[in-house]
């Protein structure tokens, strides 16, 4: 079969070259099967986030109007690389107003401008009087963190119509919100950008720009095309995904901004000038993994709930709060971290596989060389695995596992992706986790997350997570107040609640009552589960193997529950605390220090 992988080349919002990818990578692509073809859609809608600000939770929908970013035709690329005039104008605006950055390691073209820039406000005294009024603005609205700083303009930026409008392309309301605290430097921007004729000076270093993009754009195809082909994963045609990498030669070079505008991955990139055009291609590749797995990962979502307790185990990890309340985004990165180290430079070279017609010897010292180089792969790809951990990632190890065992079975990412996640062993994995000896300080993200924020029941399940049981409760109870909303999860969490201020006969209740209505497998069988437990410590073993049997029949599928109602039915439960009391302290309360019952009764993840 042959097969096409084209990307799409926009020097400007106007002008669309496809490119087409070499022969040898198009081989490796069909010897795997893979007809991949990359095309362009539409923008998607948005919220923001830089390699130090944030982006939107993907299992969040925005209800805000699409950035305009270099317009895509409709038979453009999903994989993008461009540039845009408006982040053009923003960048120039933070140059001329003392942003210096990285200035000795940018490509050319930025003194370039610099230097003609500086000439015309040499001879004109509108110019300067209108940058004084623009760098006025700058400095006035400078943040102390600089990344931080610049992101809040990029993400502005990326919002503007094309000049000399250079106006928000949504209700201001819709904007990012780091973006609209300089949304009033646009204004003095138009006029700074009219009076120095910013724009022929954009079109007068158009090929510049352009040498720059085709420089990159091999390197960038490589990336996305060897990918795709360890994930196994084809890049399927217009389905509403962009992944777009913007080129803007007067930013710095070392600072790379990666954001999440709903299903728009962007990411924000300025050329080296030694070696000429070099980009940090390997964030630029970690923005591109977010971009192929998260969809795979957010589809999940029921089956990821049960991993939330797992949450406890990062709490003292030196990560942001995103990762430790939200367990898709800390799954997904660590997914993300055990690719990149399975595909990670081990510092020496793989050895190269003699022709067909070699000798035996030939084949034999290759088979040597392979040995060894693999073993030293291996320790290496190990030390990682373990920094990594340290760092807070605490399900690296597990999906580094899986991730060999897809490579030894030659299966795809999105057909092994429901087996790690359906599969994980939740005591295992915290167990493991209980003996990482966590860093002081980790490893920033280059796509920051900002946590969803959570209400009413979710917020309760998380406050239950945490031992807030009074904030849980009256939660709960403002829900069952209310005619219109889920009270079978209502009592579901208030029946937890019970347990952990040990009041049995309350508990019994709620979840009676939550079997009433609620319509979610994993609830239902949960309830039955707890409900024996709870009988066979009273003792009431007939009425508790009724339940575990109830459990059963809801079939949640799930292996927890399958495991916890089979352990119930060959054996009574008995609470930590209880196991070994005498006959004679039948009357003790189970487990005084109430800790290793809360433990015993540790809730499973709610249900949406």
């Known amino acids: 079969m042959s097969s096409l992988i084209t990307l799409s080349f926009t020097p400007s919002s106007s002008c669309h070259q496809p490119f087409t990818a070499w022969p040898k990578l198009l081989r490796a692509a069909a010897i795997l099967s893979m007809g991949i073809v990359l095309v362009a859609t539409a923008p998607a809608q948005s919220s923001s986030s830089s390699s130090s600000s944030s982006s939107s939770n993907p299992a969040q929908e925005s209800t805000s109007a699409p950035p305009r970013i270099a317009q895509p035709e409709a038979a453009g690329a999903s994989v993008t690389l461009e540039t845009s005039e408006p982040l053009f104008d923003i960048a120039v605006g933070l140059n001329v107003c003392g942003y210096d950055a990285d200035l000795a390691g940018s490509s050319p073209v930025r003194l370039a401008i610099r230097n003609e820039i500086n000439s015309v406000l040499t001879t004109s005294a509108d110019a300067r009087n209108s940058r004084d009024a623009l760098c006025a603005y700058v400095r006035s609205h400078t943040l102390a963190d600089s990344r931080l700083n610049l ?143 998260e969809p795979l990962v957010y589809s999940r979502g029921t089956a990821i709930k049960r991993l939330v307790p797992l949450l406890k185990s990062v709490q003292d990890a030196p990560l942001d709060f995103a990762y430790k309340s939200d367990i898709s985004a800390l799954l ?183 079997l009433k209505s609620s319509k979610d497998p994993r609830t239902l069988a949960w309830s039955h589960i707890y409900l024996g437990r709870l009988y066979d410590v009273m003792p009431d073993r007939d009425k508790a193997l009724a339940e575990y049997q109830a459990a059963l029949a809801v079939r949640d599928s799930q292996p927890d529950t399958k495991a916890a109602a089979e352990s119930g039915l060959k054996q009574p439960f008995a609470a930590p605390g209880q196991q070994h009391q005498a006959d004679s302290d039948e009357d003790a309360p189970i487990d005084p220090s109430g800790k290793a019952e809360k433990d015993a009764y540790r809730p499973p993840p709610p249900s949406k």
């Open 151 to 293: 992101a809040q303009y990029i993400s502005l930026a990326l919002y503007l119509s094309q000049p000399p409008e250079l106006s928000p392309t949504v209700d201001e309301t819709q904007l990012p919100p780091d973006s609209t605290q300089v949304v009033n430097i646009l204004p003095l921007l138009r006029k700074f950008a009219t009076d120095i004729n910013l724009h022929t000076i954009w079109i007068e270093h158009r090929p510049q720009y352009e040498a720059l993009l085709r420089i990159v754009h091999d390197p960038l195809t490589r990336m996305v095309l060897n990918t795709d082909i360890y994930l196994h994963v084809p890049v399927s045609s217009y389905d509403g995904r962009r992944f777009l990498v913007l080129l803007e030669p007067m930013l710095a070079p070392s600072a790379t901004n990666a954001r999440v505008y709903g299903s728009d991955y962007i990411v924000v990139a300025s050329p080296a000038g030694d070696p000429l055009g070099a980009v940090h291609m390997d964030e630029i590749r970690h923005t591109y993994l977010h971009y192929e797995i």
């Open 332 to 514: 997904t990165e660590c997914l993300i971290k055990a690719v990149e180290i399975h595909t990670m430079d081990v510092g020496i070279p793989k050895p190269q596989k003699p022709e067909a017609n070699a000798s035996r010897a030939a084949f034999g010292k290759y088979s040597d060389a392979m040995g060894a180089y693999e073993r030293h792969a291996e320790t290496v790809r190990q030390q990682h695995v373990d920094l990594t951990m340290r760092q807070g990632w605490v399900l690296t190890a597990y999906f580094y596992e899986k991730l060999g065992q897809m490579e030894r079975d030659g299966v795809g990412l999105k057909d092994d992706i429901g087996e790690m996640v359906y599969g994980m062993d939740v005591d295992r994995e915290a167990h493991r986790d209980k003996q990482i000896e966590f860093l002081a300080q980790g490893t920033s993200e280059v796509v920051t997350r900002v946590p969803r924020q959570l209400s009413g029941l979710e917020l309760a399940e998380m406050k239950l997570l945490k031992g807030d049981v009074d904030g849980a409760s009256a939660i709960a109870k403002s829900v069952l107040a209310d005619p219109q909303r889920d009270h079978a999860q209502a009592h579901y969490i208030l029946a937890r609640v019970d347990l952990m201020q040990r009041q049995p006969g309350a508990a019994i209740t709620d979840f009676q009552e939550t």
